[in-house]
């Protein structure tokens, strides 16, 4: 730890916890006693049957498995998997063939798809519509794309594409960001961070647990030259850990996935 703390770029930081504010932070949970919750009384199991309470011999306990999810969803249940791919492959189709994902592959990137809202004109129906809002970002234009699909006719009933639009990012963005730092030279401190900790070369993000953030540069007293694009391109904050360990201080790196360049910022 003589000169983790010290190194500009990989920070090691000390604790299990760092907490997102505005820019990111941590917040540390401790969850309560079970056998003091239940304030002596025993439990019920599944089966009916009851626990002894804490100390004495427990009962049995019994795994009861989910019902089968079907193909098509009711009512304001959550979509379903069946639901959610399709309505995913609905709202892409147009940029399916053109459009660029996080790691510069065919099709845009794919980032939320929730359960609509029924219309004021549905209210009190028995068998609303079942919508689904999808957004994805397409890398090759630099927009955010929202479609509203009906899941269960296959209709997409409207599209929109705005630019400098940037919501949170998703995992598959975050991963892609690490990479572009591991193989860039402002990368170093991360890998020498991971190797202090771990003995081990870090050459991928597989041993690192991400979360992060989108870089705002209009919340920023300076903008580093290469951040002058942000907004309309998409740039984060990465914000790393140790699966199961330390966190690494990654967060005076903004990495431009549009462009593809990581760039050291004045602050994190």
Do not use: F, N
Not at 32 to 51: C, I, K, N
Not at 61 to 82: C, F, H, I, S
């Amino acid at each position: 730890m003589r000169t983790l703390m010290r190194r500009h770029l990989g920070k090691l930081v000390a604790g299990t916890a760092i907490a997102v504010t505005g820019t990111a932070a941590t917040v540390a949970v401790t969850l309560p006693d079970a056998a003091g919750a239940r304030a002596g009384r025993g439990a019920q199991t599944a089966t009916g049957e009851t626990a002894e309470p804490h100390g004495g011999t427990p009962g049995p306990g019994v795994v009861v498995a989910a019902p089968a999810e079907g193909k098509q969803g009711t009512g304001r249940d959550p979509l379903t998997d069946d639901e959610l791919e399709r309505a995913r492959r609905l709202a892409a189709a147009p940029a399916e063939r053109t459009g660029r994902d996080a790691a510069g592959d065919r099709g845009p990137q794919h980032l939320t798809a929730d359960l609509a809202e029924p219309l004021p004109s549905e209210a009190g129906s028995a068998a609303p519509p079942r919508r689904a809002i999808v957004s994805y970002y397409d890398y090759r234009t630099d927009r955010l794309v929202t479609s509203t699909v009906d899941v269960t006719t296959g209709t997409v009933e409207s599209r929109a594409a705005r630019q400098g639009v940037q919501p949170s990012p998703v995992r598959a963005e975050l991963t892609e960001a690490v990479e572009l730092i591991l193989a860039s030279p402002h990368g170093a401190g991360l890998r020498a961070d991971y190797r202090d900790a771990t003995g081990a070369p870090l050459t991928t993000p597989a041993p690192l647990t991400l979360s992060g953030y989108v870089y705002r540069k209009e919340r920023e007293a300076v903008v580093p030259p290469g951040l002058r694009s942000c907004g309309v391109h998409r740039c984060v904050r990465v914000v790393t850990r140790i699966t199961g360990g330390p966190w690494i201080d990654t967060r005076d790196l903004a990495v431009d996935l549009s462009a593809r360049t990581v760039v050291v910022t004045p602050s994190g």
